[in-house]
């Protein structure tokens, strides 16, 4: 690690400020730009303990930037993985309000939640797929603190992956005897499609995503706990909304969840 533990804590209390004032800034790498990964994760979790210290709850976990699509809008070439809050969570159909919010957009997920714990190294996609109790479809709203969505992948793991808000909805489907790979999604902003896709996107079979996460938990001497949701990325690059737009995500198989930005 390069930074100190002073220098962790400010940064997380300035990128946990810029998310619930809905203040952009710029990416923290410009002043520090000798952080490493651990400061970047080790940023990302003083923002967790600081939400769970002032009775907050963590709701899920997610993998970010999981697909070539995502990768190329973003340029970058490697995931990422965060945490997403009680706060953030939209009941189907719900609405998001845009003046909490600094520049939001919206991906269509495939969303797993694990009847078993999944522990790395070693987690392969056999290990997540028998360990999942159902998958659901998810809309993931992002909202990079980062002035214009411009920042590098440090600044954007210590800010929590741009997480903000989610809604699940759709159908519950167990894994067996659906193939992941193949399903068909169609993500639709007033009316319209706006992206298309199938699970494939996300590293071949979003599983995979999944055993990656547990495979960073497992580095560090944790785990993917049972019971998790966790959402496995966006599957299409991410679409900008604001106010007065509505979000339908069909999944096939899967049915379709929705909200609306106010
Ligand atoms: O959920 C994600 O794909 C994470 C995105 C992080 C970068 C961004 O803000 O697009
Ligand atoms: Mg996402």
């Known amino acids: 690690m390069k930074l100190d533990k002073a220098t ?41 303990r600081r939400k769970v210290a002032s009775g907050g709850r963590i709701a899920g976990l997610k993998a970010g930037l999981t697909s070539f699509a995502k990768m190329k809008q973003m340029g970058v070439e490697t995931p990422v993985f965060g945490f997403v809050t009680d706060y953030g969570a939209v009941p189907d159909g719900g609405e998001v309000k845009v003046s909490e919010l600094i520049h939001p957009k919206v991906e269509p997920e495939i969303v797993f939640v694990m009847k078993r714990a999944l522990k790395g190294p070693g987690c392969h996609i056999g290990e997540v797929l028998s360990a999942t109790d159902f998958v ?34 759709g159908r519950m489907r167990a894994v067996a005897d659906l ?16 992206a298309l896709g199938a699970g494939a996107a996300v590293l071949g079979h979003p ?5 990656m996460l547990a495979n960073h938990l497992g580095a560090r001497g944790q785990e993917i706990p049972a019971g998790a949701m ?13 106010a007065g737009d509505n979000i339908t995500l069909r999944i096939q198989h899967l049915g379709s969840v929705s909200l609306k930005f106010v």
């Open 136 to 169: 659901i479809p998810g809309i993931e709203v992002i909202d990079s603190r980062y002035r214009d969505f411009k920042f590098d992948l440090k600044s954007v793991i210590a800010d929590n992956t741009s997480a903000a808000r989610f809604v699940l909805g």
């Open 179 to 194: 193939d992941l790979r193949t399903l068909g999604v169609v993500m639709e902003k007033n009316g319209e499609v706006v």
């Open 8 to 48: 962790i804590a400010k940064l997380a209390e300035h990128l946990e400020n810029c998310e619930l004032r809905a203040q952009d800034t710029l990416k923290i790498t410009d002043e520090y730009p000798e952080m490493d990964w651990d400061d970047a994760y080790a940023i990302q979790d003083e923002i967790r």
């Open 207 to 211: 599983a995979t995503a999944i055993a």
């Open 230 to 242: 966790i959402m496995s990325g966006g599957i299409t690059e991410a679409v900008a909304v604001a």
